[in-house]
């Protein structure tokens, strides 16, 4: 069976997780109220399991933090945000490092870089090259 957060494969009985560290991750998760859902549901596709990850969850608040909540391109406050890798979009990061699964992406320092973030409300999001799109 493969683990329900990195999806490394494993023996195990009964147990979702393959180790101490993906179970604590998910109790983490839940404690501080994050949305988890990616994790239970196996036929999600991966990518969408790291943007539910704990160290994506805490790359985006940074990258609000930074830019004060605030869109970088029209400056709408506090709206309908949301954090796009840029000027290296996600999925470019991702194929230029064959990341197929959560744990290949936790040591990808890129995916993790405040400095590859931006806030932009929903609308101008929408606008960008790469909003959508499933590959580079």
Known sequence: R????CEKEYQGQGA???????SRL????????????????????YYK??????????WRREVYIRDNYTCV???????QLDVDHFPKSFMKILNDNNI???SEALFIN?????????????EC??????????VN
């Open 2 to 5: 493969n683990c329900v957060c």
């Open 16 to 22: 979702e997780f393959c180790s101490y560290t993906c």
């Open 26 to 45: 998910m109790t983490e998760a839940i404690k501080n109220n994050r949305k988890v859902k990616a994790f239970n549901e196996l036929d999600i596709n």
């Open 49 to 58: 399991r790291i943007r539910s990850c704990i160290p994506y969850q805490n």
């Open 73 to 79: 391109l029209c400056g709408e406050i506090n709206g």
């Open 100 to 102: 197929n699964k959560l």
């Open 110 to 122: 890129e995916l993790w870089d405040v400095d590859n973030g931006r806030t932009l409300c929903n």
């Open 125 to 134: 999001h929408k606008e960008t090259d790469s909003y959508g799109i499933k």
